[in-house]
């Protein structure tokens, strides 16, 4: 009997002709060095004072725990590379596994997450304020630092205009800088001279208490600056032998980048004069830190360089964000949740240009609104980790699906998944909610816009019974909506009707039982509408 296709895909004939067109010139060296340059962007400029902001020196523990976060949900999104390699993967995974509302409200916060780029560019306005004051004044892009951050969007895309070959090599070279100019800035401050018990002075390791370092995952940027280390999976569908070089250059980027924060966020703490530490590390505010902090102890051929890399990292950073925005626009085309005239890949280059010139346009849209760098990457890291949740559900309704059938383990499965899957997302949703209220009560509706979406999307295109497919994606709406109660309810910017430490321990109890909702609906999607 032959295998029924999903609705999702009854326009496979096309969609696959568009896919044939991708050019697999990826190998693991090139993967590997996409995958660091997405992570290594503006977070490193910015990230260390922001963290030490929030949290003081307990600021080291949220990048470790960070770390293993993306080494959970690199596991995770590992698997679903190796053996379901696509173009634009993590648009196409929640699609498949959970259904249309799923893949609309996932797509449309990968969509929402192209800010991530407008931040990289913001970044650079305001390292190079420095030089044209004009650029950026009171934390936010002035109208002519607007105009400039345009015309650099508009050549970052017309780079990628061309075959990924040449992108690969492009950006190789950026990245060999990218990597130079953290490890000096690293070895020359510490070279300058260190404070002795500075990670106890000043109030303590923890000045602000513990559950500060939580709100600097993404309050603080951490979340945003180590994103980023998915980028190899966006490109699987043009990689040379996926299963084998996709892991390794995933798990690869991960652990070099977080050595490098690690050191950054060390040498910033043992760095700053006390002279600027009579109100606290809260009180240590530079509109370019590592550039400003060479300035104050006479570094000024490291600060000459930090304002060049500040345009080289970041510009790096959004080069490659352009790129993969790119991917996701052409996978949400093939979703239907766009218009499939953005899904046309150029026959010569392989590149999906139409949806360059629709992401340029959303680029600019982003910076608009928002003021600077940390405004929006508040924001973004609480749509990075809905879209790490929805991947851990992902694969684990694949192998529910795939025990159910008594199909044997594919080649490319990961160890550990089965447990690692719901482990990482509890730890995607409690990241979320410590980001706090104030970030929650704008990200989360905006998310759920992709509700209305969803039902305008149906009317358009043949789909499952509309009961059934609400049924099926119903766990993700309930679990964003009790996420924005609890958050209002608890400590994190909340009203503090639930007290602390009873507050995360709810939220994990409550992403753990919609966990397994989410992966029985998914198995009950996955009989009806086997993914290929």
């Given at each position: 009997m032959a295998q029924q296709q999903p609705a999702e895909t009854a326009v496979a004939p096309d969609v696959r002709a568009e896919e044939s067109r991708?050019?697999?010139?990826?190998g693991f060296w090139a993967l590997t060095a996409i995958g660091f340059s997405n992570i290594l962007g503006s977070g490193w400029l910015f990230a260390a004072m922001y963290a030490a902001q929030t949290a003081g020196p307990a600021a080291l523990l949220s990048w470790i725990a960070a770390g293993l976060l993306c080494a959970l949900v690199a596991l995770v999104m590992v698997e679903l590379g190796a053996t379901r390699p696509e173009g634009g993967g993590t648009v196409r995974w929640p699609l498949y596994a959970n259904g249309r509302l799923v893949g609309t409200v996932v797509g449309w916060s990968v969509m929402l997450s192209v800010g991530g780029t407008a931040a990289e560019i913001s970044a650079i306005m305001q390292y190079a304020a420095h030089y044209v004051p004009g650029l950026y004044r009171e934390d936010s892009i002035t109208a002519a630092g607007l105009g400039v951050a345009t015309a650099l969007s508009v050549l970052l895309t017309a780079l990628n205009w061309f075959a990924v070959r040449m992108f690969a090599r492009m950006n190789n070279l950026v990245s060999?800088?990218?990597?130079?100019?953290?490890?000096?800035?690293?070895?020359?401050?510490?070279?300058?001279g260190t404070h002795s018990g500075r990670l106890t002075d000043h109030g303590g390791f923890a000045p602000y208490g513990y559950a500060a370092c939580l709100t600097a995952l993404a309050g603080g940027g951490i979340v945003y600056s180590v994103n980023g280390f998915q980028a190899p999976l966006d490109f699987s569908g043009e990689a040379r032998n996926p299963r084998r070089n996709v892991p390794a250059a995933v798990l690869t980027g991960i652990g070099l980048a977080v050595l490098v924060y690690l050191g950054l966020q060390l040498a910033f703490l043992y760095t700053v004069p006390d002279s600027l530490l009579a109100h606290g590390w809260q009180g240590v505010n530079f509109e370019s830190p590592f550039g400003q902090l060479?300035?104050?102890?006479?570094?000024?051929?490291?600060?000459?360089?930090?304002?060049?890399?500040?345009?080289?990292?970041?510009?790096g950073s959004a080069?490659?964000?352009?790129?993969?925005?790119?991917r996701h626009t052409y996978a949400l085309?093939?979703?239907?949740?766009?218009?499939?005239?953005?899904?046309?890949?150029?026959?010569?280059?392989?590149i999906a240009r139409r949806a360059l010139v629709l992401n340029l346009a959303v680029i600019v849209l982003f910076m608009l609104p928002f003021g600077g760098w940390q405004d929006i990457v508040s924001v973004m890291g609480?749509?990075?980790l809905i879209i790490y949740a929805a991947s851990a559900v992902a694969v684990a309704s694949f192998r529910a699906h795939d025990r159910e059938r008594g199909v044997p383990l594919a080649e490319g499965r990961m160890p550990g998944v089965r447990w690692i899957a719901p482990v990482s997302f509890a730890v995607a949703t409690e990241f979320v909610y410590w980001s706090g209220w104030d970030d929650l009560r704008l990200a989360l509706p905006l998310v759920l816009i992709g509700v209305p979406l969803?039902?305008?999307?149906?009317?358009?295109?043949?789909?499952?019974?509309?009961a059934e497919e609400l049924r099926q994606g119903a766990w993700l709406v309930f679990h964003l909506a009790a996420l924005a109660l609890l958050s209002w309810l608890g400590t994190f910017g909340g009203s503090g009707h639930l007290p602390a430490p009873y507050d995360s321990l709810v939220v994990g109890v409550v992403a753990f039982a919609v966990f397994g909702w989410a992966v029985r609906s998914g198995a009950a999607h996955l009989r009806t509408n086997p993914a290929h």
């Open positions: 991708l050019r697999k010139d990826l060999v800088f990218k990597v130079v100019v953290p490890l000096l800035t690293v070895v020359a401050l510490f070279l300058s060479a300035l104050v102890l006479n570094l000024h051929w490291l600060a000459t360089l930090l304002y060049a890399d500040a345009v080289v990292s970041p510009g080069y490659v964000g352009v790129a993969i925005d790119a085309s093939k979703n239907g949740l766009l218009p499939r005239f953005f899904m046309r890949i150029d026959p010569r280059s392989g609480d749509m990075y969803f039902l305008l999307q149906r009317r358009r295109t043949a789909g499952g019974p509309p």
